[in-house]
């Protein structure tokens, strides 16, 4: 059973496939990795990396206390550094693109391709309110779980295929950013 150590206590992961990594962050709260585990066809290009978020599946619990996303973030980055990952695709769903989102904004140069599937901008910001106008939740219609990971994996595919096509362009012409 992989676990790595953080300062807060252990989190757990797998690593399926090999190839340019790609750290998937699950949903949640209550939700482990292992319902991100049909994105596993995408090892045979890539190096998958699932985690636990802390107080999620098998990894150690929460802190006592309030939580923000910068916590789930450092864990992310923490795991990344025990793997030796200096850059890495990020896919979060859900709460895991909060974590994602979190973790682009504060380690730009570590991740080369950002992709969120049914998440939002985050928790509220500092200017906003609960009152504020919002979408009422129940005039948005869903696809069902199945079809939003299809479609979640789709997109996951043709990003990475896109990044390696830019990638071997630049390399070929020496156009390297």
Do not use: C
């Not at 896109?162 to 390297?176: D, F, I, R, W």
Request: glycine share 10%; no cysteine.
């Amino acid at each position: 059973m992989p676990l790595t150590q953080t300062a807060m206590g252990p989190l757990y992961y797998e690593e399926v496939g090999q190839g340019r990594p790609l750290l998937i962050a699950h949903g949640g709260p209550g939700v482990h990795h292992g319902l991100y585990r049909t994105l596993d066809p995408l090892g045979t290009t890539n190096r998958l990396v699932y985690w636990d978020h802390r107080g999620h599946g098998r990894s150690g619990p929460l802190p006592a206390g309030s939580l923000d996303m910068q916590l789930f973030a450092d864990d992310a980055i923490r795991l990344a550094d025990t793997l030796g990952l200096d850059s890495f695709a990020l896919f979060g769903h859900s709460f895991g693109g909060w974590v994602a989102q979190e973790l682009a904004l504060r380690h730009p140069d570590r991740v080369s391709t950002l992709v969120l599937a049914a998440t939002t901008p985050g928790q509220l910001g500092a200017t906003e309110s609960a009152n504020d106008d919002q979408v009422n939740n129940a005039e948005i219609k869903r696809p069902s779980s199945e079809r939003a990971l299809d479609i979640s994996r789709d997109l996951i595919n043709r990003v990475l295929d896109y990044v390696s096509v830019v990638h071997s362009q630049a390399v070929e012409t020496n156009h390297l950013f």
